[in-house]
C-alpha cells in the first residue's frame, strides 16, 4: 500500500473542497492517521469552514461530492486509506465540550 | 421504518437546542441517527427486491429486512463501490457514516461540532438520493452482492 505525504493529501483535499465550496468557505484543511472501525489504517481530514452558515447552507451534494472525489483521488495515487471528513469551524476546534 | 423521518429527527435534535449551543448528547444521537436513516433505507431496498414493494410486511418481510448487518456493508465496500457510478457514492457515504455512528455511539473522545452533524445529515441525505439514481441494475447488482455471498 502506497502512503502518500501529508503536504499532498492537504493538497488534494484543497483542490477539491475549495472548487466544492468555494474557497470564501473553506479556511483550513487537516490531515491525520486514524483507523476505520476494524483497527485498519485510515485517514482523518478535517476541512475548516469558515462559519457554520457554511455547513447549514451547503449544497445538497457537496459533503457525498467531496467524500468520493477525494476517495477517488487518494486511490489514483496508490493511497487505499479511507477518507474519513469531518466538518468544523475554527470556534469549533477551540471551543470546549459540553459533559 | 421511514428513513426520511429519522434524517428529520437528527436534523431537529442539531437544530432544535432552545438556549445556547448543542448539547454533545444530541449532536452524537444525530449522527447516530443520520446512519441509521441509511441502513434502515438499505434494508428496506433488499425486502423489497425480494418480496416485491406491494409484499405485505410480516415476519417473512421482516426475515428478509433483518438479513443485512453493519459488518456485510463494511467488509464488502470495495466489491461494491466496483459496481461504479452512484452506487460508489452511495457506499462511501455509508462507510464514512458508520464509521461516524461508530465513534458516536462508543467513543468517550469522540467530539461532534454543530457543522459536522449537519454535514452529516446532508450527506445520509444524498446517499439515499445517489442510490434511488442509480440504474435499475446498479442497484440490484448492490443489494444482491450485499445479501449473498461469493463463492
Known sequence: MTVIADDKIRGIVKNIATATFGSANVKDFLSEPTTDVDGKAALQITIVLASESSAAEMSPNAALDTLVQIHDELLKEGDDRFPFIRYATSEDLRADVDE | ?151
Open chain 2, 1 to 151: 421504518m421511514n428513513p426520511g423521518h429519522l434524517l428529520e429527527q437528527a436534523e431537529n435534535l442539531i437544530l432544535t437546542q432552545p438556549t445556547g449551543a448543542p448539547r454533545q448528547a444530541d449532536l452524537r444521537r444525530a449522527i447516530s441517527t443520520a446512519y441509521y436513516g441509511v441502513f434502515h433505507f438499505v434494508m428496506a431496498a433488499a425486502a423489497d427486491l425480494v418480496l416485491g414493494k406491494t409484499a405485505p410486511k410480516d415476519d417473512l418481510y421482516a426475515r428478509v429486512y433483518r438479513s443485512l448487518n453493519h459488518r456485510e456493508l463494511k467488509d464488502r465496500s470495495n466489491d461494491l463501490r466496483a459496481i461504479g457510478g452512484k452506487i460508489k457514492a452511495f457506499i462511501d457515504a455509508v462507510i464514512s457514516l458508520q464509521k461516524d455512528r461508530h465513534d458516536a455511539d462508543y467513543s468517550p473522545l469522540y467530539r461532534v461540532s454543530k457543522s459536522d452533524a449537519l454535514a452529516k445529515v446532508t450527506l445520509a441525505r444524498s446517499a439515499i438520493v445517489s442510490f434511488r439514481d442509480a440504474s435499475e441494475g446498479d442497484q440490484k447488482a448492490c443489494l444482491i452482492r450485499l445479501m449473498f455471498k461469493e463463492r
